[in-house]
């Protein structure tokens, strides 16, 4: 080792020259950011109310739940809002405003800019929505209005499909809206949202609501003979996937306690509407089997997620659970009503499972699943709101009544939501495995006037899509896998010979790139790329197909591996109609 003339070596001569230049590390007095304004915390606490409850308050997952109080009091939120929000539940300013700005509902300003005009305009953009106009009608709201007083933006589903176009004024939905309907609203100056009439407890009681319950929790009726009901019916998961009821409670009851219960009413995929329908006329139905679900599990707890679309129901089911709460059939603070913020992600179960505690609702990695490792980390029993409606039901009438339904080889009723091009679209209730044919022959009064059938989705804008010559497939889980297609939630868009296929493609592939959550690098880029592709004069079979492939093996949840599903079909099974509209399929 080398020596200088002081006789140290040249790693000793520079460590010393290191310590001479390196400054001395200084802390910071206080921390990074803005200091928090006193008077936006009073606000705050005012706004929250009882100072009794701040430690509940105070809790992480109730963190959207406070956003929401402040946008509703606000029409926004502001930086000095957040900033107190952080310091109120002790949470990272960066973890609140991450959260804030997840949402697509939340409108989070900062310091520089301007809040948004006290009225909003949302104008729904899904497929159904857009058959019908929806983007004209956009337009004309746009240059009709005072934009000062008043803004105009797009929305995906609001869950109305059955109504289009739909455009939501404040917190009240327009059904068939056209620009003159919107404008009496606004003249009118009533935003709040409408509310359908609905069975209260003692009318519910009368055709022996909660008798069931009643006899589940005095051991008259058994976990096990209710497991052996429902597997003797099939009810299967109503929300998409059609996985067993009662073997999802078996595995649930596997875990150790305590357990919780999530019922998942974020019914986003458009085109789907069901589980709204249900909750309007008969929320004691829901919440009895919903009751009876968090029973078999043994549920320390029942939450409700309810998607911010249905304004409406958020007060049916307030005062439906408190009517349970005053006539002792539910103890006080057992269901607990979460309220989403805008997000279609959240209607996948782990995401949901985020969002409930407070967080941005992206999906987690599994193993473990939400049964085995769920909302506040334990075991986590989650049902959609159509497959615990049908529970009291299928135990009333026994499980042949239920069964008993079906063509086609199958067993079972589904509650198909129609929209598009047919005469009658709304919940129709009908056999599990009838043809689209039979089902716009016999429930929906058949196409429109004027209007041939050209395909169809048979499960919303994730199941796929099919060709008019495919309208004799039975629906129902199970048959349509061979044709690259599912019937998820029964969503069902018919769409005619008058349709631009390219704008249908674009829309749902639209829909999915604003939706994603932005985590995988497949799903987050792969949709913004595919729209890209889809946009052009000429479509490259090839790179759209490897496109997809990538998507649905890399993705980490359904939103990403299911984005393909329709052009897939496009590709397979519309290559002439897409000729006929100028669109160049190479390869």
Known sequence: MLKTSGGKTDLEEHAMTVQTVTPQRRFRAKARGRDLDPAALDELRALLGDERQYAELQQRDRLIEHLHVIQDAQGHLSLRHLRALSAFMNLPMAAVYETATFYAHFDVVHDDQSPPPAITIRVCDSLSCQLVGSEALQRELESGTDAGQVRVVRAPCMGRCEMAPVVEVGHRHVASATRERVAAILAEGDFEPRIHEWQHLDDYRCEGGYELLADCQAGRVSVDQLMQTLESANLRGLGGAGFPTFKKWYFVRQEAEPRYCAINADEGEPGTFKDRYYLERAPHRFLEGALVSAWAVNAQGLYIYLRDEYPGLHRVLREAIAELETAGLAAPGYIILRRGAGAYICGEESAMIESLEGKPGKPRHRPPFV?????????????????????????????????????????????????????????????AGITLGELIDEYCGGMQDGHELAGY???????????????????????????????GSAAI???SDHDDLRRVATNLLAFFADESCGQCTPCRVGTEKMLTLLERDEWNVEELMRLSQVMIDASICGLGQAAPNSILGLLKDFREPLAAQNVIVKG
Not at 372 to 392: A, K, M, S
Not at 459 to 465: D, H, I, L, V, Y
Not at 470 to 477: E, N, Q, R, S, T
């Open 371 to 431: 049964a085995q490792r769920g909302l506040f980390d334990r075991p986590t029993l989650v049902n959609n709101v159509e497959t615990v409606y049908w529970i009291p039901l299928i135990w009333q009438r026994g499980a042949d009544w239920f069964a008993g339904h079906g063509r086609h080889g199958r067993s079972g009723l589904r509650s198909f939501s129609v929209s598009g091009r047919v005469k009658r679209p709304g919940v129709h209730l009908a056999p």
């Open 493 to 495: 868009i018919v769409v």
């Open 457 to 487: 989705l048979p499960g919303g804008a994730s199941g796929g899509m099919l060709p008019a010559s495919k309208a004799d497939i039975p629906l129902d889980f199970d048959t349509l896998q061979e044709e690259g297609c599912f019937i």
